[in-house]
């Protein structure tokens, strides 16, 4: 064998590049071919997961047991010992990333059973607790749950590091101020160098139990992106740390349900660093003066949930000009101008097609340019 197979930053690229090609197996064959090959075909292989199942299956099958009688939970039997967490282990210090569903996406969504039983966090606590102090996957640099608040929140007070880069947590609950202080807590006390954040769900007033150092710890001065509910521009606290952030490029902003609150204008600064908000019509019109040197701006809702009468909320094209103006007057750079609508929505139907891949002028004198709007259907876009 040529001695450059065994050099393992060689090997890590090799294998990385076969999984990368969804040659999965081979990659496996690989590690069961010589031990030289192991670790690094390992590595490659445990680097990104995107179902937890898998890391459940490292426990012994005597240890956790699926309840079909409760809708297939995943549950404890017996508490893990020693051994238990050894096999876990050895896999578990090899992944970078995990994405994974626990459970119903969101509320509308049925017969799509929780992954974890209620349970399930408490015994694994105990049993960290007990045996073994350290988090779940030491390596951990990006982590994206879904499901409901028990399972996303509670899990997440385990996972997250003082190594975690990329933070996308969606508990799907109806209520939006419902999330678990533990993981918000664990968020200050372990202050992870964040660049990505979305915590779409987790409303501000959800923080303050917490303390006022929830919003600085959960919004590093690295972060580059976040996704955050509207409110985050309501809050006093939330708003001039927010448009503090010396890196920040994209913001997403979801939710509008604050009806006829404004905005807290008088702690907002400029942020020159943003180059792209997603945001409701009548949110990207008042902060538009805030972010002038915007390249993208989609419009999540052609709806004006912030219009002091219920005519001027309906979608309408004039107020999408209105709109227009206000990106005209601030944002000389903008590139590219992107609405979604909803086909469910006849209103929104009804300006999406007066406005699709409408010409605007943009820019002043030698600058001058055109810009098309580009129309998106709400499901394409997700």
Not at 34 to 53: G, Q, V
Not at 88 to 105: H, M, N
Not at 216 to 234: C, E, H, Q
């Amino acid at each position: 064998m040529h001695r450059a197979l065994y050099v393992c930053e060689l090997l890590r690229a090799i294998f990385d590049s076969l999984i990368s090609d969804n040659a999965e197996q081979s990659t496996l064959s690989a590690a069961c071919a010589t031990t030289i090959w192991l670790e690094p075909a390992l590595d490659s292989l445990w680097r990104e997961i995107d179902d937890f199942k898998i890391l459940l299956k490292l426990w012994p099958a005597d240890a956790l047991t699926r309840d079909s009688a409760t809708g297939g939970y995943y549950r404890f039997v017996r508490p893990l010992d020693r051994l238990d967490w050894a096999r876990f282990d050895f896999y578990a210090k090899r992944v970078r990333g995990l994405s994974a569903t626990l459970g119903r996406p969101c509320e509308s969504f049925e017969g799509m059973p929780d992954l974890l039983h209620d349970t399930f966090c408490t015994d694994l606590g105990k049993s960290m607790t007990e045996i073994r102090r350290a988090v779940l996957l030491p390596n951990l640099r990006a982590l994206e749950l879904q499901g409901p608040v028990c399972s996303t929140t509670h899990l997440a007070t385990f996972l997250i590091n003082n190594r975690l880069q990329k933070l996308h947590i969606s508990p799907s609950s109806g209520d939006m101020h419902c999330a678990d202080h533990t993981f918000l807590r664990t968020i200050i006390q372990r202050k992870p160098p964040l660049r990505s954040v979305a915590l779409p769900n987790v409303r501000v007033s959800a923080f303050y139990p917490c303390g006022s150092t929830a919003v600085t710890s959960s919004y590093p001065p690295t972060v580059t992106s976040i996704a955050i509910p509207d409110d985050a521009f309501r809050d006093k606290t939330f708003a001039a740390h927010i448009t503090s952030l010396p890196c920040l490029e994209n913001i997403r902003l979801t939710s509008y349900y604050s009806l006829g609150v404004d905005f807290a204008h008088h702690t907002l600064r400029p942020l020159p660093s943003l180059r792209s908000l997603t945001a409701g019509r009548g949110t990207v019109r008042k902060l538009a003066r805030y972010f002038p040197n915007l390249t993208r701006v989609t419009i999540s809702t052609l709806y004006d949930y912030d219009a002091p009468t219920e005519e001027e909320m309906q979608p309408s094209f004039d107020g999408f000009m209105e709109t227009v103006e206000a990106l005209k007057a601030s944002c000389k750079h903008l590139q590219k101008l992107k609405v979604v609508w909803d086909k469910d929505d006849e209103m929104e139907e009804e300006v999406a097609t007066c406005i699709r891949d409408m010409p605007l002028c943009w820019g002043q004198r030698d600058e001058r340019r055109e810009l098309c709007v580009k129309v998106e259907e709400m499901e394409e876009a997700e």
